[in-house]
């Protein structure tokens, strides 16, 4: 591994004695981590279904160790289930900080991929509303794609500018997660790129970028929340000083002590422009002192008045009666449950709404709540999404592959199954040992294939 000059010159100066240890961690191999999915599967059936060599991650409950030498999770089918989410480790501290609840308001403001709105949706429990957003179009797909992917219910994913958001959400959040660009000096290892387009210039203007990003965050956050902001960066100038910026600038925020778990390291006062000693109460995650890369985590509460009122609007069912006969009689021929809530029709395209949910007209939002399917005419479709939020007990029909058969990569490749008995059941939800991977339509004694194409695979 080839580092910039200027980085190295830099670390040497700011770590001092640690230096050596830091940059023999940085020629080490990348640690690998999954985090299961608590919406669908319990810790301890986790486990037992699993194949892979795992040990467990201190920094998160949820979180495991695999060793990529021996296991390739990205290809197995639970990950096309949703069982888990391949996330490296450090990366699952700032929503561990968060704590998210379920029935809260929360955003997480610069979403994409998904790593931590999943784990902040998991803490949910399907209850509240979790807006999840970012403004590079095709990033937000790959976030709506694994928010679908969880089963997850109550999350709105949002392509947009972050001003934009101020305007519709003033004072509205209960927490907010900033896990702002940054320079990616703690991916170095694990990302050439981010060694590629490092400089000292992408380092000052990412600083900018973080603090602007927080004075907007800060006008959505209610008085009394919570703000997480995170970087996997280590330096100083996108840390420790962009939160003594933003505390200087809003002394309503104040910093919150984050436990120090083993291998944890403060924030360093030494690197502030103030001598901040509140700084301290941050932490800092050194690939030299844990398991995982490089990551800066701060947790800050809003001080004021907490009677204060937003002025969001909620959304209203748009659907009428009529309108949902399809879905009724899709419902009432394949669905053991009932889907209740605020129906929201977009083009033909039907969605439950989370309870109380904003006002989101006037914003591109790639997927509010759960996607259920398409309204065509004379019929209903049901959508990818809404087959991974239901188990085999939620439908009259369905079709279970086995881990230790071959058959299900056809599915996923999107070839027709056979059916076995030969009968025309029409929608059928189709499984891997129990887990729900999609759609089939049996006609004729063939399954139809309703596994998206964007998401098929070949083996």
């Given at each position: 591994m ?13 770590l001092?004695n ?12 990348p ?25 467990s ?10 060793d990529?030498?021996?296991d ?9 289930a949703?069982?888990?989410y ?31 709105s999943?784990q902040?949706a ?7 509303i ?5 403004i ?5 797909k ?19 500018r ?18 702002a660009?940054c ?27 973080q603090?602007?990003?927080?004075s907007?965050a ?12 995170s970087?996997?960066?280590f330096?100083?100038e ?8 933003f505390?200087?600038m ?12 083993e ?9 502030t ?7 301290s ?18 947790k ?73 399917g ?8 049901p ?30 490749t999107?070839?027709t ?17 129990g ?20 998401l098929?695979?070949?083996?």
């Open positions: 080839a580092l910039p000059d200027d980085f190295c010159r830099k670390m040497k100066q700011l001092k640690e230096a050596d240890d830091f940059f023999s961690a940085l020629r080490d191999e640690i690998k981590g999954l985090r299961f999915n608590r919406l669908k599967i319990e810790k301890e059936t986790f486990i037992r279904k699993i194949s892979f060599s795992l040990s991650v201190p920094l998160c409950e949820d979180g495991f160790y695999y990529e030498k021996q390739e999770p990205g290809k197995h089918p639970f990950h096309a949703g069982l888990y391949i996330q490296e480790p450090s990366a699952m501290v700032p929503a561990e900080v968060l704590q998210a609840k379920p029935g809260e308001k929360i955003l997480d403001l610069c979403a994409a991929p998904g790593g931590k999943t902040i998991a803490s949910m429990e399907n209850e509240g979790l807006i999840s957003n970012e590079h179009f095709k990033r937000a790959a976030l709506s794609e694994n928010i679908e992917r969880f089963g997850i219910q109550n999350a709105i994913v949002i392509n947009e972050p001003e934009k958001l101020v305007q519709h959400f003033p004072n509205y959040f209960d927490k907010i997660l900033v896990d660009p320079s990616g000096e703690g991916m170095f290892r694990k990302d050439d790129n981010a060694i590629e387009f490092w400089s000292e210039d992408l380092v000052e203007k990412c600083s900018y970028t603090k602007k990003l927080l907007l800060f006008q959505m956050l209610k008085p009394g929340g919570t703000l997480v902001y970087t996997c960066t330096s100083p996108e840390n420790e000083q962009v939160i003594e910026a505390v200087s809003h002394p309503e925020m104040s910093l919150v002590e984050i436990p120090k778990r291998g944890f390291d403060r924030g360093r006062v030494e690197w422009k103030t001598n901040f000693e509140e700084i109460k941050c932490i800092r995650l050194w690939p030299h002192k844990i398991k995982g890369e490089g990551h800066f985590v701060a800050l509460i809003k001080n004021g008045e907490t009677n204060t009122r937003s002025s969001v609007s909620y959304l209203k069912s748009n659907v009428k009666k009529q309108q949902l006969a399809e879905f009724q009689q899709f419902e009432h021929s394949f669905l053991k449950k009932r889907i209740t809530g605020a129906f929201f029709l977009k083009k033909q395209q039907l969605y439950v709404l989370p309870e109380k949910c904003p006002d989101i007209t006037s914003l591109n939002v790639l997927r509010a709540g759960l996607h259920l398409e309204i065509k005419k004379k019929r209903f479709e959508n990818h999404h809404l087959a991974l939020s239901l188990t085999p007990n939620d439908v009259k029909y369905s079709y279970s592959f086995s881990t230790n058969e071959k058959d299900w990569q056809a599915y996923l999107g070839e199954i056979s059916s076995p008995l030969g009968v025309d059941r029409g929608w059928i939800l189709m499984t891997i040992d887990e729900s991977i999609g759609w089939g339509k049996e006609t004729k004694g063939t399954i139809k294939n309703f596994y998206p194409k964007g098929r695979v070949q083996f």
